[in-house]
Structure formats: structure tokens, C-alpha cells
């Protein structure tokens, strides 16, 4: 009742009409930013976060965190609409979005898209709300060998729950960790793989690679499908919202497991890139059309962007309560936090109890807004696809080459762009999968660091992942799903064969 109490009076705070317009122009500006591939919703945050210090810290953190809302929204556009990622974690949204907007359902697939956003963003608010002084001192015990266990269950669970041959993943994983290590060593400051120039000190950025691997490979391999330069008709009306509200009910279970997957990864934190992975694998697996999925399955949609939403939404948990920002963005308005002279952590509850509550009820109508706004858009988004392909594929490629450029502002991303664009092209023609490789390149200097770090702790004793029963349940699990598919053939053999199988096999007279 405390906190009900607490949040009934975050409403009365942020129902102003200044406030309720600024969280219009953030929704908005937020899903502008989430469709420029390269920008991102860190770094929209950033470039804005000047323009709100004129502004009260509950004005200006509705503001920012409505840009990081319409962010979560946006990416989803152009992964249905063009199979170019606007975000991160909208990767595992284009093995379905994608296709169902080749068969003519782009309407569908983003509707689909931003109501399952919103669902497993109000399931993490409530969370938040309701669960905020437990799950902080939850996610106080996690160290390093927890998180190296929470990496190791993501890429186990892809090698286990993937589609096509466990060794085509194996191997475009491997070297997804190979470019990872590209760089300066995180730990001892040595140069890795770097071959003498100096521009690879910085290593492969993550959304430069997402750009060429998804948005220039697909243009490649569209212009060799016979250069059928011709857009799709889109013809979207209300009656399509609709009629996919009534289709979602269905996939409820797929909605509650996807938004825990994305509350735990966004808590601990993992990130709602390995969240939306983790949910597509597990519905993958669980559903029972899991073997349509990479062709058009609505639940192929909402699995993701479910866990994006959750995780993204509950990475600020942590920033609020101990003062340990989940994600890039939760770092940037941690940032705005201290700027503003506020102090995130346990006394922020108690020392600027309007602020916080101001902060959470701006969640609940922030969605609600950010909903309103994607939705009644989705005609005008859909449309797109209308533009005939000879027009559209050089100003993608020009959006490309200016969200990679905006990156580190240097010309020689563009070059590497074009370079993972190939890699990209040659994956989809010799059938290997790119979401391994992209996972790998997110997570992979993350997970060693965290490998190196609990070695350190353990004096090299790789028993440290069994120190406590959270860790071990974690690496046990994880090491299950990597061998999940030998599992499956040996249950397959041993198992007797079913009475339909008999009977199928006896002759037929």
C-alpha cells in the first residue's frame, strides 16, 4: 500500500501539461533515433542530455527517458521494414519481422512489435515498483564469475536451441570472438590483432558490423535476385491493429517468459541485446510452430521485443537503487542524475521521494504514450515499402554509411561497413547464420573480461563457477544447453518409438 501510495503521488507530479508534452517530443525524437541505424538510443540521450539543463530534474528525466522509450520502439521499424537493425537488440527481431513484411503483413509484424514493447515494458515497471528493495540486494551478489555464467548461458542456449547445423553456429561464433578481441586488452592494456595500424585500436564497433552484415548485405543480395528493384505493397488500415490484438492473446505464455528473460538480463545486468536473443531462442524451442520461425511467425516478433522492452525498462533498477547503471543509457542518465546534483542509490528513495516516484510514473505514461504515437504512425511506416527498391536501396545505403560515419566520426568505419556488408553476403549465400556472430561481437569482450577477472579472483581455479549455488546453476545450465543437441539424438534412439510410429512401419496388405 506504500508504494501504491508513492506512486498515486508520481502521477500527481507528472500530470502536468509540460511534462505530458515533453513526453510527446521525447517519444518522438526517441523514435527517430531508434530508426537511423548507428545512433542509438546512448547516444541520442547524449547528444539531447544539454538541451535539459535549463529543465527540473523530473522535467528532464521524463524527457530523456521517453527518447530511450521511442528508441526501444523505433528499432523495430526498419528490422521489419528493410532487415536493417535500427538498434542493437532489434537484431532477433528481423528472423521474423522481416519476412512477415515480404508477405505482405508488415502492418502485422509492427504492430505486433510495439504492443509486445509495451507488454514487457508495464511487466517491468510493475516489477519495478513492487520489487525494487528485494532485487537490488539480489543483484548486489552478483560478481564476476555470476555474469561470466549469465554470457556463458546466452551462447550455450543459441548452440543448443539454434537453427541449422550446431557446427555452422560453432564456427560463425567463433569468429564473432575473434573480432571481439580486436583491440586494446582490457585487462593488461596490450594491443591484440591489430597488425600495426593504429585505427584498430579501438577495435570492430558493434553497430558498424550490425550495419554491413544486415542492412548492405541484404542490398547485395537483393540486387542479385535478379535486380527486381520493385517496393512491396503495404495497404494497412485500423482493421489490421485489430486483427493482430486479437491474434496476440495466444502467445501469452511466449510474452510472461520473454518479459522475465528481459527483467533478469536488464537487472543483473545483461542487456537487452542478449535478452532479445535468449527470449527468441527459448520461444524458438518452447512453441509449438518453432520450426516456421526464421519465415514469418508473429511470435517470432513479440518473443524479442518483449525482452528488449523488459530489459531495457528494469536496466534502471539498478541505476536508481545502487547507483550501477544496466545499460549504455542507464549510464548516460546516470550521468544527468550527478549533473543535476542527484546521488543514485538506496538514500535517493528516501532523499528525493518525489523525483523517484515522478520518475517511475513517467514509465507507466511514457508507454502508454510511446504506444499511441507507433501506432497511429504504423500507415505512414508501413507505406515505406510502397517506394520502388531502385529508389530506396542508395538512400538506405547513404543512411548506412552516415549512422557508421556518426559513430566514432572517422571515414574508415565507412570502409568497414562495406567490408562486414560483404561478410554478410557471403554468410546468407553459404547458409551460415549471422545472429551467432553478431551475439559473439557484442558479448564477447565482455565475457572474457569477466572469464579473466573471476580467474584472477580464483588464482586460475575454473571451480569458481561452482563456488555458490547461483553461479553453479547458472554454468550448469548453461553447459546443458551446449550439449543439448547430442542430448536430443541419444534421447531420440533410446526413447521406444510411439504407437503411430508402430503402426505406421507395419506393411500394408
Request: with cysteine.
Amino acid at each position: 500500500m506504500e508504494e501504491l501510495g508513492s506512486l498515486m503521488h508520481g502521477f500527481a507530479v507528472i500530470l502536468t501539461p509540460a511534462n505530458i508534452g515533453l513526453m510527446f517530443v521525447g517519444i518522438t525524437l526517441g523514435v527517430l533515433i531508434g530508426v537511423l541505424p548507428g545512433l542509438g538510443g546512448a547516444n541520442g540521450v547524449a547528444i539531447l542530455l544539454p538541451l535539459t539543463f535549463t529543465m527540473s530534474p523530473t522535467s528532464a528525466i521524463v524527457m530523456l527517458s521517453c527518447i530511450y522509450w521511442g528508441a526501444l520502439f523505433g528499432g523495430a521499424i526498419t528490422s521489419v521494414l528493410f532487415n536493417i537493425p535500427g538498434e542493437p537488440w532489434s537484431v532477433a527481431t528481423t528472423f521474423d519481422g522481416y519476412p512477415l513484411a515480404q508477405k505482405g503483413r508488415a502492418g502485422a509484424a509492427l504492430t505486433a512489435a510495439f504492443t509486445s514493447s509495451f507488454v514487457g515494458a508495464f511487466v517491468a515497471v510493475v516489477m519495478i515498483t513492487f520489487l525494487a528493495p528485494l532485487v537490488a540486494k539480489f543483484a548486489l551478489r552478483f560478481g564476476a564469475p555470476e555474469f561470466f555464467s549469465v554470457y556463458l548461458l546466452t551462447f550455450c542456449s543459441f548452440v543448443g536451441m539454434g537453427k541449422g547445423s550446431p557446427f555452422k553456429i560453432l564456427i560463425a561464433m567463433a569468429l564473432g570472438f575473434a573480432l571481439a578481441a580486436v583491440g586494446m586488452d582490457t585487462v593488461t592494456g596490450q594491443l591484440r590483432l591489430t597488425f600495426g595500424q593504429s585505427e584498430l585500436m579501438r577495435g570492430f564497433d558493434f553497430l558498424i558490423a550490425v550495419i554491413g552484415l544486415f542492412g548492405i548485405g541484404e542490398i547485395l543480395l537483393s540486387m542479385e535476385e535478379g535486380l527486381k528493384f520493385s517496393g512491396k505493397s503495404a495497404k494497412i488500415n485500423p482493421k489490421v491493429v485489430w486483427e493482430t490484438w486479437k491474434e496476440l492473446p495466444r502467445y501469452w505464455v511466449t510474452s510472461v517468459r520473454s518479459s522475465l528473460v528481459g527483467i533478469w538480463m536488464g537487472i543483473t545486468p545483461g542487456g537487452a541485446t542478449p535478452a532479445s536473443f535468449m527470449a527468441y531462442g527459448l520461444a524458438k524451442k518452447m512453441s509449438r510452430s518453432g520450426s516456421k520461425f526464421g519465415t514469418g511467425e508473429v511470435e517470432g516478433v513479440v518473443a524479442p521485443e518483449t525482452a528488449a522492452h523488459a530489459a531495457g525498462t528494469s536496466a534502471l533498477l539498478p541505476m536508481l537503487a545502487l547507483g550501477i547503471p544496466g545499460s549504455p543509457t542507464a549510464a548516460v542518465l546516470l550521468g544527468g542524475l550527478l549533473i543535476w546534483g542527484l546521488q543514485p542509490g538506496p538514500l535517493l528513495f528516501v532523499e528525493q521521494k518525489e523525483f523517484v516516484w515522478g520518475l517511475i510514473a513517467s514509465m507507466y505514461l511514457g508507454n502508454i504514450v510511446g504506444l499511441i504515437v507507433v501506432l497511429s504512425t504504423v500507415p505512414l511506416f508501413a507505406s515505406i515499402l510502397r517506394i520502388p527498391f531502385s529508389i530506396i536501396a542508395p538512400i538506405i545505403v547513404v543512411i548506412c554509411a552516415i549512422g557508421a560515419y556518426t559513430v566514432h566520426n572517422a571515414m574508415l568505419d565507412i570502409w568497414f561497413m562495406l567490408g562486414f556488408g560483404l561478410i554478410g553476403y557471403v554468410f546468407k549465400k553459404l547458409d551460415y547464420p549471422l545472429a551467432p556472430l553478431v551475439l559473439a561481437l557484442v558479448l564477447g569482450d565482455k565475457a572474457e573480461d569477466s572469464f579473466r577477472q573471476a580467474m584472477l579472483v580464483s588464482q586460475g581455479e575454473v571451480s569458481i563457477m561452482f563456488s555458490n549455488p547461483l553461479v553453479g546453476s547458472i554454468t550448469t545450465l548453461a553447459l546443458l544447453m551446449l550439449i543439448w543437441p547430442l542430448l536430443s539424438k541419444l534421447i531420440a534412439k533410446v526413447r521406444p518409438p510411439k504407437v503411430n510410429e508402430l503402426a505406421e512401419q507395419q506393411p500394408v496388405d
